[in-house]
C-alpha cells in the first residue's frame, strides 16, 4: 500500500501511514502472512523431507490425533527470544511445537506436536513455556495430555534456558502425574535430557523405524565404553518394546500410532475425578455364558497356555488394549471394558516362564496397578503364578525391591479389586498377587485351582524330609 | 392314607407317562422326521435321553414294573387311566443291547453314542488320558480311560480295550472308523468272548476283503467288474497288442517288478504298444530281472464313486423270498427258523475330491451315474456281499470312467466310513441303528425294508433297486490342517468354535429364498484343544438340500460362511473347501480324482475374490467400521456440551459419509465407499494404489478412478460381540465373519473363505498415509525361523560359534515335544536373538547367522 502513495506530498503521505485502519490493515495483512507462514511450519522442502522420511509433519499428525476440524492451536506465532549466535535472524512462528487442544472420539484432550521441520524440533525457552501452558490448562479442566515427541533435543544456543525450559516441563509432569492421564508419542529422535519427560508420563509409546530414544547416543558411547552400536540397536523400538521396557508399545508408521492413541484414549478418565470414567454401551450381556472358559486351563499344573485368551474370552467385544505386550510377557497389564466400564487386568501368563513373577513383570504390573489406582479403574487380577522365578540373576538384581513394588502397590490400592486364581498361586507370590489379605474385594478360584505355599511334591519334600516311613503311616490314619 | 397314596400316584404317573412320551418320540421318528428335526434338537434330545436313562438307570420293561407296584395299591378311578394309556401307548421293544462300548473317539464316537442313547442303549466310552474331558466321554452313560494318549497304547491296544469291555459288562461294541475298525483279529477276539456282539462283520469277511489283491479276486470271482489286466511274461509286440486289445485301451505297460507308479506308460493305441513294448522289455529283464509285464487298462480321469450297503441276516419265520416279516419281536420257540441275507443297497456316494487318497469332499448322488449303470453296480455289490456272507454297513468303492460308462471294483471297505452321513441325509436311515439291530440278529429294521420292498416288484427288479432318497447331499470334511502352509496340522485351543445352524437360507438374486439343512457331526467343542496325537478331524459339515445339487453346494457354502473356528495355532481347510466349491468345474460335476492335483498343481495360496466380490467386501468392511464405531463411541462421552454431541450423532447418521477401505491393510488395496444417505445405496471406486501412481500413464488412472460401482445393502446385522454379520447385498443374503479389531482399528473379514484384512479411513488419513513407509520385508535366509508356536528351551550354539550343517541350534518345545532346530548351512552364529524359556510364536526369529558367510543352502529345516 506504501507504494500507491509515492506520488503524493509527504504530509498526507505521513498522515495515510499513521491513519490507524492503514495501520491495522497493515497489521492485519501481517498477521496473515506470519499465520500463513507458522502454518507452513519449516518450509516446503523441509516437509516433503519429513514425507521422503514416512513421517508426517507436527500439523499433520495432530490432524489425525483429533476428530476432524476440532483442533484448536494455541500460540501460533509465539517465537523465541534469543539472540544469540545469531538466532535473532532466525524468525520462527511457533517455535517448533504445535500446541492446543481438541476432542478424541469427542472427549476434549490437550496435546503438544513438535516440530521436526522448525529447527530441528529443539527445545527452547518458548518453546517449553508453550508446552507448559497446555499442560497448565489441562491439569485446570481435567484432561488428558497427549505429547507428540519429534525433536533433536535443546537448543544449545539458548544455554542454560533451554534446559531450565526442560525442567519446567519435567516439573509439570510430575505436577499432573495422577491427576490426569499423560501420554507420550515419540514419533522421532528423542535423546539426552529430552526422554524423560516421555519417561514420566503415565503411557509411552513409539514408531518403528523412525523413532529412537537414548540419553547418550551412539558417538557419546562408543568414545566411552568403546562399544560400537547403531541408533536402532542403542535404542530403537525393539530394545525399548522388548528390553528395556521403556516404550509400552510401537507401531509401524505414524497413522497407525495416531489410530491406536485414539483408541487408547477411549479406555482412559479425562482426570483422576471419578466422573470421568468413560463407559460405553454394550450390547456384550455380562450373563454371557463362556464355553471356552471350561478347557482353556489345562488340568496339567505344567502345561502351558495363553492368558490371553482367558483375557480375551471375558471382556467385552473380546477386546483389550495390551500395554507392554513384549516385555516381560508373563505378566500381561491390558485395559479392558466389562459391562461398558474400563478396567485394568493384570495377570501371569503361564507361557512365559511359566508365569512366574521377576523383576521385570513385578515393575511391569506395579506401575500398571498405580496408574489404575489413580484413576479409579478398577483392576481384576487373573492368578496362575508358581512364585517368584529363581536366580543369581534375580536376587542380585534386587528382585526383593522390586517385587515389593507390586506389593506394596496392590496394598496401597483403593479401587474395587477382584482376583480370579485360575490354576494355581504359589507362596509369597500368592499373597502378592492381589490376595484377599491385600484388601482384594472379592477373590474367586475356579475348579481345581490351588493355592498352597508350595507344590505338594515341595512340600511333602519338606515336611517328611527323613522320615519317609511316616508317609505311609499317615495314609493308615496313624498319626505321625 | 388314601389321599396320600394317590397323590404320591398321580406324581409317579404323570413322570412316568413323560416318560413314555419321550421314548415314543423317539421310536416312531419315521426317516423323514430324523431328517427334518435339527441336528440340534437330536442332540438335546438323546443328552436328555442319556440323562433320564443313566439317572434312573431302568428300562421300559422295569417301568412297567413301578406300574403294576402302583396298581396294587391304589383306586379303581386310577386303574381305569392307566389301563387306557397302556393301550394306547405301546411300550417299544427291549434295547436290542445292555450297554454299548464305542472303541473310538471324536465325532464319530458321538455319532454312536447318539443314535444308541436314542435306542435306549446306554454307552460306554473309552478314553485316553488326554481325551479324558472331551465330548464323547461327557456324552456316554460312563467311561473308561484305556491308556496314555499315543493311540498306539490306548485306542489301538487290544489288550485294553477287551479289557474295558470286560470291566464295564458291554454287550456291544462299535468300533467306528480307522482305529481297530478293520482289524480282523480284534474282530474275532470279541467274538469269542462271551455274549459281546461286534458291530461290524463276520473277521472272516474283515479278512477276505481286507487284502487287497485277495479282495480283486474274489470280487472277479463274484462277478463284479474288475479293471481288466495282464500279468506275466510276454514273447513278442504281437502278443501285447493282442492283450492290449483284450484289455481295452488306452492300457498301462510297465515292468511287473517295479512299484507304485515307476515307468508307468500308457498307450492309446496298437502303434504305442508295438512301440513301447521293447522299452518295458528291456527295464523288466535289467532292472528287475523279472520278464513280467503288466498291462492294464487305464482310465483317465477316473471318478471315485462307492455304494453304501446294509446287509444283515435274519432269523426269519416266512419263506426267503424278500416279503417282509410283520412280527418285530424275536420269534418263539418251535417255530421254523429261516436264515436270509438282507442286503440294502444306498444310492451311491461320489468321493473323487481327494487330496493325497484323503477325502474332503463327498456327496450323494453322484452326478455322473445313469440308473442303468447304478442299477448294475448295485447287482454286482449283492453279488459280492453273498459271496463273503457279509453282514452289517460296509461300502464297496469303484473307480468310474469319467464318462459314466464303465466301472471297476476298486476295494471293500468293512466299516462304517466317515462319509456316511451323505447317504443318511438323502434317504433318512440311521445306518448306526442299523448296524445295531443286524448285530442284535434282528435284521435290517422293518421300516427300512419297508423302504425298497414293495408288493408287485418282481425278483429281477428287485436286485437292482436302490433305497429311495430324494435330493443331494454334501459332506466337507473340516480338518486341522492350515492349506496355506502346505496343509500342515494345526494344534491348539479352539478359542472361537460356533457351528452353523441346522437350517440355514439360500438365495440367489432374482430367485427365491431355498432351505438347506446343515448337519455338524463334531467331537470339539470351543476351549477344547486338538493334539497331534490323533486326527486332526475337526468336524463333518453335511448340507442337504431336498432339491437340487447347486443348492446343495451353495447351502454348504454359506454354512461354511457360518462356521466360526479360530485358534488352534494355526488355520484350517475351510478356505480350501470354499475354494474347491467356487470352482466351475466342481460345480459342473467335473471331479475326476486328481481334481486337486489339476487345480491346485503349486498348492492353495487362499481363495481369490472377484473384481466385484472385492467391492461387496469393502462395502461390508466400511459399514462393519462404522457400525462398530458408531455401537462402542457414541453417545461422546464428557465434557462435551449436548449440543455437540448432537451435532455430532445427527451429522454422522444423515450425510453421505465417504471413508477409504483398504482390503489387507494400510499397503492393501484401496477403495473409496460412499455411503449413501439412506445407508443403503453405496458407491464404491477403486483407487490406484500410492507407489504405481506416478509410474503408470494418466490416461489409464484416470479411467480406473472414474469407474464407480454401485452397491446396495438391504440389510446388515452384526453386533460387535458377535463373530458373524449377516448381510444382504445386491439382493444376496450372505454371511461373513468379523475378527476383532487390534489396537489400529484393523480388523479381519472372512467371507468365502477368504480372510481379508480391513481398514478403514478417514479420507484424509488415507491421503496421509500415502507418506507411509511400507514395512520392510525381512530376508529371512540368514536367519533362523521357529517353525511352530511354542517355547524356546535352550541354545546349543553361542555367538561367534561356528557350525556345520545339521547342527543342532536350539530346542523349541511345542505341544510337550522337544523340537530340535538344526542348521541347513555352515556358517558362523551371529545373533542368538531369542530368550531362553520364553515363548517363540510362528516364525519368530530365533538365530541370526553372520551375515559374512552366505552359504548356499538357506533353508533351514525342522527335524525332530
Known amino acids: ?480 | 392314607m388314601f389321599r396320600l397314596a394317590r397323590q404320591t400316584a398321580c406324581f409317579n404317573r404323570s413322570s412316568s407317562s413323560r416318560r413314555f412320551q419321550q421314548t415314543k418320540g423317539i421310536q416312531c421318528m419315521s426317516p423323514k422326521q430324523t431328517r427334518s428335526s435339527s441336528c440340534d434338537d437330536i442332540w438335546k434330545r438323546s443328552i436328555g435321553r442319556a440323562m433320564t436313562s443313566s439317572s434312573i438307570g431302568v428300562t421300559p420293561t422295569s417301568t412297567n414294573s413301578h406300574h403294576r407296584q402302583i396298581h396294587s395299591s391304589s383306586s379303581p378311578f386310577r386303574d381305569a387311566i392307566l389301563s387306557t394309556e397302556e393301550e394306547i401307548i405301546k411300550p417299544p421293544p427291549p434295547p436290542a443291547f445292555q450297554k454299548l462300548l464305542i472303541a473310538n473317539r471324536g465325532e464319530i464316537a458321538l455319532r454312536i453314542i447318539r443314535t444308541a442313547h436314542a435306542l435306549s442303549i446306554p454307552t460306554v466310552a473309552i478314553h485316553s488320558t488326554i481325551d479324558s474331558n472331551s465330548l464323547h466321554v461327557q456324552h456316554a452313560t460312563e467311561s473308561v480311560c484305556i491308556g496314555p494318549p499315543s493311540s498306539s497304547e490306548s485306542y489301538l491296544n487290544m489288550d485294553a480295550v477287551c479289557d474295558a469291555i470286560l470291566s464295564t459288562g458291554a454287550d456291544a461294541v462299535h468300533p467306528g472308523y480307522g482305529f481297530l475298525s478293520e482289524n480282523a483279529e480284534f474282530a474275532r477276539r470279541i467274538q469269542e468272548m462271551n455274549n459281546v456282539a461286534f458291530l461290524g462283520p463276520s473277521p472272516t469277511a474283515i479278512t477276505a476283503m481286507g487284502d487287497k489283491i485277495q479282495s480283486k479276486r474274489i470280487a472277479r470271482e463274484a462277478g463284479v467288474n474288475v479293471i481288466p489286466g495282464f500279468d506275466g511274461v510276454l514273447q513278442s509286440p504281437q502278443e501285447a497288442v493282442q492283450v492290449a486289445k483284450e484289455v481295452g485301451f488306452p492300457v498301462m505297460m510297465k515292468a511287473a517288478g517295479g512299484g507304485g507308479g515307476k515307468g508307468m506308460r500308457i498307450c492309446y493305441d496298437e502303434q504305442e504298444v508295438i512301440d513301447t513294448y521293447p522299452l518295458c522289455k528291456a527295464e523288466a529283464i535289467n532292472f528287475f530281472k523279472d520278464e513280467r509285464i503288466f498291462i492294464e487298462r487305464y482310465i483317465e480321469n477316473p471318478h471315485h464313486i462307492e455304494i453304501q450297503l446294509l446287509a444283515g441276516s435274519k432269523k426269519s419265520s416266512t419263506s426267503p423270498k424278500g416279503i417282509p416279516v410283520t412280527n418285530p419281536f424275536p420269534i418263539m420257540d418251535g417255530m421254523k427258523e429261516y436264515e436270509e441275507l438282507q442286503i440294502l443297497c444306498f444310492p451311491e456316494r461320489e468321493c473323487s475330491i481327494q487330496r493325497r487318497n484323503q477325502k474332503i469332499l463327498e456327496e450323494s448322488p453322484s452326478v455322473l451315474l445313469s440308473p442303468e449303470i447304478r442299477a448294475e453296480m448295485i447287482k454286482q455289490v449283492k453279488s459280492l456281499v453273498r459271496t463273503v456272507n457279509y453282514t452289517s454297513a460296509g461300502t464297496v468303492e469303484f473307480l468310474v470312467e469319467d464318462d459314466g460308462s464303465d466301472f471297476y471294483f476298486l476295494e471293500m471297505n468293512t466299516r462304517l466310513q466317515v462319509e456316511h452321513p451323505v447317504t443318511e441325509m438323502i434317504t433318512g436311515v440311521d445306518l448306526v441303528r442299523g448296524m445295531i439291530d443286524v448285530a442284535a440278529g434282528r435284521g435290517i429294521p422293518q421300516e427300512y425294508l419297508d423302504l425298497v420292498y414293495k408288493d408287485g416288484d418282481s425278483e429281477e427288479d428287485l436286485e437292482g433297486k436302490v433305497v429311495p432318497h430324494c435330493g443331494h447331499a454334501i459332506e466337507a470334511r473340516i480338518y486341522a490342517e492350515d492349506p496355506l502352509r502346505g496343509f500342515l496340522p494345526s494344534t491348539g485351543p479352539l478359542l472361537q468354535y460356533e457351528e452353523p445352524p441346522s437350517s440355514i437360507l439360500i438365495s440367489s438374486s432374482g430367485q427365491k429364498e431355498e432351505q438347506c439343512q446343515i448337519r455338524v457331526d463334531s467331537g470339539v467343542t470351543v476351549g477344547q484343544t486338538i493334539t497331534q496325537y490323533y486326527d486332526p478331524l475337526i468336524s463333518k459339515l453335511i448340507s442337504y438340500s431336498p432339491n437340487d445339487r447347486s443348492q446343495a453346494i451353495a447351502g454348504l457354502s454359506k454354512a461354511c460362511d457360518l462356521y466360526v473356528i479360530e485358534g488352534l495355532g494355526g488355520g484350517n481347510n475351510v478356505n480350501f473347501v470354499q475354494d474347491v466349491l467356487r470352482q466351475p468345474s466342481f460345480q459342473r460335476g467335473d471331479t475326476p480324482t486328481n481334481f486337486i492335483d489339476m487345480h491346485y498343481p503349486d498348492g492353495f495360496d487362499g481363495v481369490i475374490l472377484t473384481k466385484e466380490e472385492l467391492e461387496e467386501v469393502s462395502v461390508i468392511g466400511a459399514l462393519l467400521g462404522e457400525q462398530r464405531r458408531h455401537v462402542l463411541d457414541y453417545p461422546p462421552l464428557t465434557l462435551v456440551g449436548e449440543e455437540m454431541k448432537k451435532d455430532c450423532q445427527e451429522k454422522d447418521g444423515k450425510e453421505e459419509k465417504v471413508v477409504v477401505v483398504c482390503l489387507g491393510g494400510m499397503f492393501g488395496k484401496a477403495y473409496e465407499v460412499s455411503i449413501g444417505k439412506d445407508l443403503k445405496t453405496m458407491a464404491v471406486k477403486s483407487l490406484s494404489p500410492f507407489s504405481s501412481k506416478e509410474e503408470e500413464n494418466e490416461g489409464k488412472e484416470e479411467d480406473m478412478e472414474k469407474k464407480t460401482s454401485k452397491v446396495t445393502v438391504d440389510q446388515l446385522s452384526f453386533h460387535p460381540n458377535d463373530t458373524i454379520a449377516e448381510v444382504t447385498v445386491n439382493g444376496v443374503n450372505r454371511a461373513v465373519q468379523v475378527g476383532v479389531e487390534d489396537n489400529t482399528g484393523l480388523f479381519a473379514i472372512k467371507m468365502y473363505g477368504a480372510k481379508v484384512d480391513i481398514l478403514v479411513m478417514s479420507p484424509a488419513e488415507y491421503e496421509l498415509s500415502k507418506y507411509m513407509n511400507e514395512p520392510a520385508v525381512v530376508d529371512t535366509c540368514n536367519l533362523l525361523l521357529s517353525p511352530m508356536p511354542g517355547t524356546l528351551i535352550s541354545y546349543a550354539v553361542k555367538e561367534g560359534d561356528h557350525v556345520v550343517e545339521g547342527q543342532e541350534l536350539c530346542i523349541v518345545e511345542a505341544m510337550k515335544m522337544q523340537n530340535i532346530l538344526r542348521s541347513a548351512r555352515s556358517g558362523v552364529i551371529g545373533k542368538c536373538i531369542g530368550v531362553v524359556g520364553s515363548s517363540v510364536h510362528a516364525d519368530e526369529i530365533i538365530l541370526e547367522f553372520s551375515s559374512e558367510e552366505q552359504g548356499e543352502e538357506e533353508e533351514n529345516e525342522l527335524q525332530q
Open chain 1, 1 to 480: 500500500i506504501f507504494q500507491a502513495t509515492k506520488h503524493l506530498s509527504t504530509s498526507t503521505r505521513t498522515a495515510i501511514e499513521n491513519d490507524p485502519s492503514t495501520v491495522k490493515a497493515a497489521f492485519r495483512q501481517r498477521l496473515s502472512q506470519e499465520r500463513a507462514r507458522a502454518l507452513m511450519g519449516g518450509g516446503e522442502t523441509r516437509i516433503s523431507k519429513q514425507h521422503t522420511r514416512g513421517s508426517l509433519t507436527a500439523r499433520e499428525r495432530l490432524s489425525l490425533l483429533f476428530d476432524s476440524n476440532t483442533f484448536r492451536e494455541l500460540d501460533t506465532l509465539k517465537s523465541h527470544r534469543c539472540t544469540e549466535f545469531g538466532m535473532e535472524h532466525q524468525d520462527t512462528p511457533g517455535d517448533g511445537v504445535v500446541t492446543g487442544h481438541g476432542l478424541v472420539n469427542g472427549r476434549i484432550a490437550y496435546a503438544f506436536s513438535q516440530d521436526f521441520t522448525v529447527l530441528g524440533g529443539s527445545l527452547s525457552e518458548t518453546h517449553a513455556q508453550k508446552i507448559c501452558k497446555i499442560m497448565d490448562m489441562a491439569l485446570r479442566i481435567g484432561a488428558p495430555v497427549i505429547g507428540l515427541n519429534d525433536s533433536g533435543g535443546a537448543r544449545i544456543q539458548e544455554g542454560v534456558d533451554s534446559l531450565a525450559g526442560y525442567a519446567d516441563v519435567f516439573q509439570r509432569n510430575v505436577d499432573a502425574s495422577g491427576v490426569v492421564p499423560q501420554i507420550s508419542l515419540v514419533m522421532g529422535p528423542c535423546a539426552g535430557g529430552a526422554v524423560y519427560s516421555p519417561a514420566m508420563t503415565d503411557f509411552l509409546f513409539m514408531v518403528e523405524q523412525s523413532s529412537y530414544m537414548f540419553v547418550t547416543g551412539p558417538d557419546v558411547v562408543r568414545t566411552v565404553t568403546k562399544e560400537e552400536v547403531s541408533k536402532e540397536d542403542l535404542g530403537g523400538t525393539s530394545v525399548h518394546t522388548v528390553k528395556s521396557g521403556v516404550a509400552h508399545g510401537a507401531y509401524a508408521n505414524d497413522v497407525a500410532a495416531l489410530r491406536a492413541m485414539r483408541k487408547l484414549l477411549d479406555y482412559l478418565p479425562s482426570s483422576n475425578e471419578k466422573s470421568t470414567l468413560p463407559s460405553k454401551p454394550t450390547e456384550d450381556s455380562p450373563l454371557r455364558s463362556c464355553d471356552a472358559l471350561k478347557y482353556l486351563v489345562p488340568d496339567d499344573p505344567n502345561t502351558p497356555y495363553d492368558m490371553k485368551h482367558v483375557i480375551s474370552s471375558i471382556v467385552d467385544n473380546h477386546d483389550f488394549f495390551e500395554i507392554l505386550p513384549n516385555y516381560a510377557s508373563n505378566i500381561v497389564t491390558a485395559f479392558a471394558r466389562m459391562e461398558g466400564q474400563t478396567v485394568g487386568i493384570v495377570a501371569n501368563n503361564p507361557l512365559t516362564l511359566a508365569g512366574c513373577l521377576d523383576i521385570g513383570s513385578s515393575t511391569k504390573a506395579a506401575r500398571f496397578v498405580r496408574f489404575c489406582n489413580a484413576f479409579n479403574i478398577p483392576i481384576v487380577t487373573l492368578v496362575d503364578v508358581p512364585g517368584f522365578l529363581p536366580g543369581v540373576g534375580q536376587e542380585h538384581g534386587g528382585i526383593i525391591r522390586h517385587g515389593a513394588k507390586l506389593l506394596f502397590a496392590y496394598a496401597e490400592a483403593t479401587v474395587p479389586k477382584v482376583t480370579v486364581i485360575t490354576r494355581k498361586a504359589y507362596g509369597g507370590a500368592y499373597d502378592v498377587m492381589s490376595s484377599k489379605h491385600l484388601r482384594g474385594d472379592c477373590n474367586y478360584a475356579w475348579s481345581g485351582a490351588e493355592v498352597a505355599v508350595m507344590g505338594a511334591k515341595g512340600a511333602v519334600e519338606i515336611i517328611f524330609r527323613g522320615k519317609v516311613w511316616l508317609i505311609f503311616l499317615n495314609f493308615d490314619g496313624i498319626l505321625f
